[in-house]
């Protein structure tokens, strides 16, 4: 048996509006499904996405879903997103990310020996990058 560990992100109505941008920034492909696709038509949570999922060419899978009413919705408090690696595509991906978002740590060398950064996303979630440097 093979077990995973992903992020599964809360969002407050705009889950499938994130996970489009994400799906910009790493690619791959996206499944959405809303609470009126599972047969809640009637529901007051009928337009919010019920689950989301994207698997990225580089092995990546990232989940998100808009947290239904009475749920306490606390954007990016309670994890980081983080990236590590030695690919230079990372850089890319930060950049990416940071569009409209706020760069909290530069994307810079750290006293650890690698390049390292932090941004809050403009859908208000930390994501931390690590580039391993030879």
Same mark, same amino acid.
Do not use: C
């Given at each position: 048996?093979? $077990?995973? !560990?992903? @992020?599964?992100? $809360?969002? /407050? ?15 791959? =492909?996206? &499944? ?12 007051? %949570? ?8 994207? /698997? ?7 989940? *998100? ?6 749920? @306490?919705?606390? @954007?990016?408090? %309670? ?15 930060? =950049?990416? !990310? ?9 994307? &810079?060398?750290?006293?650890?020996? %690698? &390049?390292?950064? *932090? !941004? ?13 440097? *030879?």
């Amino acid at each position: 048996m093979v $077990s995973r !560990l992903n @992020p599964y992100i $809360s969002f /407050d109505g705009n889950a499938r509006q994130a996970m489009e941008f994400y799906r910009e920034v790493f690619g791959g =492909e996206l &499944e959405v499904s809303t609470a009126a696709d599972t047969g809640s038509a009637d529901s007051p %949570d009928a337009d919010k996405v019920l689950h989301a999922q994207l /698997d990225t060419p580089d092995g990546y899978t990232v989940m *998100a879903w808009d947290v239904p009413e009475g749920v @306490p919705y606390r @954007p990016g408090t %309670d994890v980081a997103v983080y990236l590590g690696g030695d690919d230079g595509e990372l850089r890319v991906r930060f =950049e990416r !990310l940071s569009v409209g978002g706020t760069v909290t740590m530069p994307l &810079e060398k750290q006293a650890w020996g %690698d &390049e390292a950064g *932090a !941004l809050v996303d403009r859908f208000g979630i930390t994501w931390m990058v690590n580039i391993t440097q *030879a």
